[in-house]
């Protein structure tokens, strides 16, 4: 065996499972070995690695190889790929709260004539700006390998009223002087304000608005807001009608007296519902108390304040449900639901209607075109045969897509009223026998009185398992 096959056979590669890194070693029972850095290049590249050899570690072996026969030496170390961060849009405003709240002052207690300042902007002022994304740095492995990398994602503007795009697509402005606010399906508006400095009342009447509503007093019994923006009121709201594609905020309260009703596109927050008929496609926040009331939530009804009771009626949200008292020592009946957004029920009977009439004209139309295809063959297609032909090609078309969009839609309704295993029902402090809690499918009565206990589903059951 020559010198330079001995050299190859008593030296030991390892490349790691990845690839990134390579590690040399000599055989222990190989003696009074010699070589160059040229000779150790020229096997390790026999040996497969070719790409991110450190060549002052190669001089090092090169130069005292003993010390390598009991330790491994990292030779060569690939480059990762870098993926790519996704593009996306970037306010003038802070957006992360959309919600007015009144100033906290620092003993704790909260002024209520010191309003969260406004997210107004002025005609022609940028509102967003589209950041776009980084793409992604292919890699290279210590084989030479290359490794393909994943490109970030643009970022689109969701754009809705009194906007508009600047000629390079990359900014939003404001068309028009008012509030930004984002309504459902974070849609980027301008509205402008309508603000009632008093009480709605018979002096004010119903208001039905394209903006956002401000009352600085009470909305009586009776009476009708409706906002395509935000509304907020800093007094209460007596059995009154408010809805708004936006979030509602009710400084002082909801004492409804089982009239009337509160629906939002996003969120309600109010200090406390009483005898109340509350609806978000949100959530709920409560700071007090959730009395004899029926709330809806899409997301989750929070009542976690100081005094955070749920008691009597009915609590329903699409996720979560925390508060820090359930029910009384008097067991009033408490019901609490969560898994499962009711409007999705009434969506998904709507599609799969709206399925069976779409299939059902589509296949009258393919038996049509079946019949004009066969005239085309025979030649005796007429022209107002062909326009025909080419209208009903098109219907085929987009009936075709709008059945694919609906299936779509149904999937995922359909996974969403099965996914329950991350709804839960948490108590901070104690839930009283009387309260029933329904998660997805399944129902629980809570008989005896426990404390500090959160209700999740597990293997086809409600389980109630202790906070951590």
Same mark, same amino acid.
């Given at each position: 065996?020559?010198?330079?096959?001995?050299?190859?056979?008593?030296?030991?590669?390892?490349?790691?499972?990845?690839?990134?890194?390579?590690?040399?070693?000599?055989?222990?029972?190989?003696?009074?070995?010699?070589?160059?850095?040229?000779?150790?290049?020229?096997?390790?590249?026999?040996?497969?690695?070719?790409?991110?050899?450190?060549?002052?570690?190669?001089?090092?072996?090169?130069?005292?190889?003993?010390?390598?026969?009991?330790?491994?030496?990292?030779?060569?170390?690939?480059?990762?790929?870098?993926?790519?961060?996704?593009?996306?849009?970037?306010?003038?405003?802070?957006?992360?709260?959309?919600?007015?709240?009144?100033?906290?002052?620092?003993?704790?207690?909260?002024?209520?004539?010191?309003?969260?300042?406004?997210?107004?902007?002025?005609?022609?002022?940028?509102?967003?700006?589209?950041?776009?994304?980084?793409?992604?740095?292919?890699? #290279?492995?210590?084989?030479?390998?290359?490794?393909?990398?994943?490109?970030?994602?643009?970022?689109?503007?969701?754009?809705?009223?009194?906007?508009?795009?600047?000629?390079?697509?990359?900014?939003?402005?404001?068309?028009?002087?008012?509030?930004?606010?984002?309504?459902?399906?974070?849609?980027?508006?301008?509205?402008?304000?309508?603000?009632?400095?008093?009480?709605?009342?018979?002096?004010?009447?119903?208001?039905?608005?394209?903006?956002?509503?401000?009352? !600085?007093?009470?909305?009586?019994?009776?009476?009708?807001?409706?906002?395509?923006?935000?509304?907020?009121?800093?007094?209460?709201?007596?059995?009154?009608?408010?809805?708004?594609?936006?979030?509602?905020?009710? #400084?002082?309260?909801?004492?409804?007296?089982?009239?009337?009703?509160? !629906?939002?596109?996003?969120?309600?927050?109010?200090?406390?519902?009483?005898?109340?008929?509350?609806?978000?496609?949100?959530?709920?926040?409560?700071? *007090?108390?959730?009395?004899?009331?029926?709330? !809806?939530?899409? *997301?989750?009804?929070?009542?976690?304040?100081?005094?955070?009771?749920?008691?009597?009626?009915?609590?329903?949200?699409?996720?979560?449900?925390?508060?820090?008292?359930?029910?009384?020592?008097?067991?009033?009946?408490? #019901?609490?639901?969560?898994?499962?957004?009711?409007?999705?029920?009434?969506?998904?009977?709507?599609?799969?209607?709206?399925?069976?009439?779409?299939?059902?004209?589509?296949?009258?139309?393919?038996?049509?075109?079946?019949?004009?295809?066969?005239?085309?063959?025979?030649?005796?297609?007429?022209?107002?045969?062909?326009?025909?032909?080419?209208?009903?090609?098109?219907?085929?078309?987009?009936?075709?897509?709008?059945?694919?969009?609906?299936?779509?839609?149904?999937?995922?309704?359909?996974?969403?009223?099965?996914?329950?295993?991350?709804?839960?029902?948490?108590?901070?402090?104690?839930?009283?026998?009387?309260?029933?809690?329904?998660?997805?499918?399944?129902?629980?009565?809570?008989?005896?009185?426990?404390?500090?206990?959160?209700?999740?589903?597990?293997?086809?059951?409600?389980?109630?398992?202790?906070?951590?």
């Amino acid at each position: 065996m020559s010198a330079s096959e001995l050299l190859e056979s008593s030296i030991m590669i390892h490349i790691s499972q990845d690839k990134l890194t390579a590690m040399l070693q000599f055989d222990a029972a190989a003696d009074n070995l010699e070589c160059t850095p040229a000779q150790l290049m020229e096997i390790i590249a026999r040996k497969g690695v070719l790409f991110g050899i450190q060549t002052d570690v190669i001089e090092k072996i090169a130069k005292q190889p003993k010390l390598y026969m009991t330790s491994q030496a990292t030779i060569a170390k690939g480059e990762p790929a870098q993926n790519g961060k996704d593009g996306y849009i970037q306010f003038t405003y802070d957006m992360s709260d959309t919600r007015s709240r009144p100033a906290e002052l620092e003993d704790g207690s909260v002024d209520f004539k010191e309003i969260t300042q406004l997210k107004n902007v002025k005609k022609g002022q940028l509102i967003a700006e589209k950041i776009p994304p980084v793409p992604g740095t292919p890699g #290279t492995l210590v084989t030479g390998e290359k490794v393909q990398s994943k490109n970030g994602k643009e970022a689109f503007f969701k754009q809705g009223k009194n906007v508009v795009l600047s000629p390079d697509k990359m900014g939003l402005y404001a068309a028009i002087d008012g509030l930004i606010t984002l309504t459902d399906k974070n849609k980027i508006n301008v509205f402008p304000i309508y603000e009632i400095k008093g009480d709605v009342d018979y002096k004010v009447g119903n208001i039905d608005f394209v903006g956002t509503v401000i009352v !600085r007093g009470n909305v009586l019994t009776g009476f009708r807001i409706r906002a395509a923006g935000d509304i907020r009121i800093i007094g209460g709201v007596e059995g009154a009608e408010l809805e708004a594609d936006g979030s509602v905020e009710i #400084t002082g309260g909801i004492l409804a007296s089982n009239k009337g009703h509160v !629906r939002a596109g996003k969120n309600v927050k109010s200090s406390f519902i009483q005898d109340g008929n509350v609806t978000a496609a949100g959530d709920v926040i409560v700071s *007090q108390s959730i009395m004899h009331s029926h709330v !809806r939530a899409g *997301q989750s009804v929070l009542c976690a304040g100081a005094k955070g009771l749920i008691v009597g009626g009915v609590v329903q949200a699409g996720n979560n449900v925390v508060a820090r008292t359930y029910g009384n020592t008097m067991s009033t009946v408490t #019901t609490i639901e969560v898994g499962v957004r009711p409007e999705l029920r009434e969506e998904f009977l709507e599609l799969r209607k709206h399925l069976k009439e779409t299939s059902d004209g589509l296949d009258k139309t393919e038996k049509a075109l079946n019949l004009l295809d066969q005239l085309a063959a025979a030649g005796q297609l007429t022209p107002d045969k062909l326009a025909l032909r080419i209208k009903l090609t098109a219907t085929k078309r987009q009936a075709v897509d709008e059945i694919a969009q609906t299936r779509e839609r149904i999937l995922e309704i359909e996974r969403s009223l099965e996914d329950t295993e991350l709804s839960k029902v948490e108590v901070m402090n104690t839930i009283y026998g009387g309260s029933k809690i329904v998660i997805g499918r399944y129902t629980r009565f809570v008989k005896d009185p426990a404390t500090r206990v959160t209700f999740r589903y597990s293997e086809g059951d409600i389980a109630m398992l202790p906070n951590t």
